[in-house]
């Protein structure tokens, strides 16, 4: 079983709704992530949260909104997707040292999105 | 150069069979090496680390090249249950790099 766990794991969108992801870990990491997957593509980096504070966006359109309310839990704010925003949303954590990932990242099993 | 590169494949493997791909990476201050493994519409997880040294888990073997920069994995005896994608995972510029993965499929 999966420590980092995301909901919903599967969600159907119109582009006018407004809907959010949810991913908790209790692992004590202090660096979560976003992660988007297409089909047969690797795992796309979106945001990445260290402390708490974002510290990287990778340019994604605002139409995604992260959120780390605190260092267990991250949001993912989703407004006025288009369909090619279908895809594999996942979460991940990893520790942090001296404000370096170090170790390897734990993946939630994902939430499968599907924009009409 | 991309970051971390692989060769897609698919690689057909028998049964029983031994095999074997690479994955080069491009930023040579990078320190951690990861395998990880991700079956279809499942979520990726950790096959194993890779360190300077080499090291071995059972049929997997994993090995670090720093001099010619790339990491391997080998898979020996090969099961029809290690048929999924194996995404090189390289450290840089404070996050994760993924190469696209090697995509097994082993045949009986």
């Known amino acids: 079983d999966t420590e980092v766990t995301q909901t919903p794991k599967h969600l159907v969108m119109g582009m006018t709704n407004k809907k959010s992801l949810k991913c908790e870990q209790h692992?004590?990491?202090?660096?979560m992530y976003w992660y988007k997957q297409k089909a047969k593509k690797p795992p796309e980096l979106m945001f990445v949260?260290?402390?708490?504070?974002?510290?990287i966006n990778e340019s994604v359109p605002s139409r995604f909104s992260p959120e780390c309310p605190n260092s267990s839990l991250l949001n993912l704010h989703l407004h006025a997707l288009q369909p090619e925003d279908s895809a594999l949303y996942l979460c991940a954590s990893s520790r942090l040292g001296g404000g370096v990932v170090t170790g390897e990242l734990f993946f939630g099993e994902g939430s499968r999105l599907t924009v009409l | 150069r991309k970051e971390v590169e692989q060769d897609p494949g698919p690689f057909n493997v028998p049964e029983g069979a031994t095999v074997a791909f690479n994955c080069t990476y491009s930023n040579s201050a990078s320190q951690s090496f990861f395998w990880y493994r991700q079956d279809c519409r499942k979520e990726p997880k950790l096959l194993m680390s890779?360190?300077?040294s080499g090291n071995e888990d059972g049929r997997f073997t994993a090995q670090l090249n720093r001099a010619s920069q790339y990491i391997s994995l080998l898979i020996r005896d090969s099961k029809l249950s290690d048929s999924a994608t194996y995404l090189c995972v390289v450290d840089g510029n404070n996050r994760l790099a993924f190469g696209k993965g090697n995509q097994v499929v082993v045949i009986p």
């Open positions: 692992m004590g990491h202090r660096a």
């Open positions: 949260y260290s402390y708490e504070k974002l510290s």
């Open positions: 890779v360190y300077s």
